[in-house]
């Protein structure tokens, strides 16, 4: 009788402190597909780069030699088009401007991310100082 209590409770403790796995542990990191854009004194440089499968950060440098820049994110989530568009104005930021965008929607402090998304593309144009436009294009793998 002693051996059966003894074994109901050892097989207890073993699924109550079996050890955790340390994949689950780690924390997963998301690489950008999108190379980093090079940037010459001359022109402004754009870096998109995801951080996680609901945000990507765009990095834009040399804001001073433009007018101003607009960009637009369009994707894909369970088949609806999404977007997300914004702009930067020389003359209100410094050298160097960071933006974040969020894939999902948000409403009185509480946000959804949106899910299943793909043919993830950002378009940046950027008006010169001269009264020249530039439009850059990528294509962000998810």
């Known amino acids: 009788m002693k051996k059966k209590y003894l074994t109901i409770l050892l097989v207890i403790f073993l699924f109550l402190f079996k050890p955790q796995s340390a994949d689950a542990l780690m924390k997963r ?3 950008s ?8 004194s001359a022109t402004v440089g754009v ?3 995801l951080i996680d499968r609901q945000n990507l950060r765009i990095f ?4 001073k030699k433009s007018k101003s820049i607009d960009y637009e994110l369009t994707y894909t989530s369970n088949g609806l088009e999404q977007g997300v568009f914004g702009s930067v104005k020389a ?3 410094g050298s160097s401007v960071t ?3 969020y894939f999902g929607t ?10 299943n998304i793909n043919n993830m593309r950002l378009t940046v144009t950027i008006k010169k100082v001269d009264g020249k436009s530039t439009i850059r294009r990528f294509k962000i793998k998810v």
Not at 33 to 40: E, G, H, I, Q, Y
């Open 29 to 31: 990191v998301f690489k």
């Open 33 to 40: 597909s999108v190379p980093a854009t090079k940037t010459t």
């Open 47 to 49: 870096t998109p780069r």
């Open 60 to 63: 834009f440098s040399n804001v």
């Open 91 to 93: 003359a209100d930021s």
């Open 99 to 101: 933006r974040t965008m």
């Open 106 to 115: 948000c409403s009185h402090k509480v946000c959804t991310p949106h899910r």
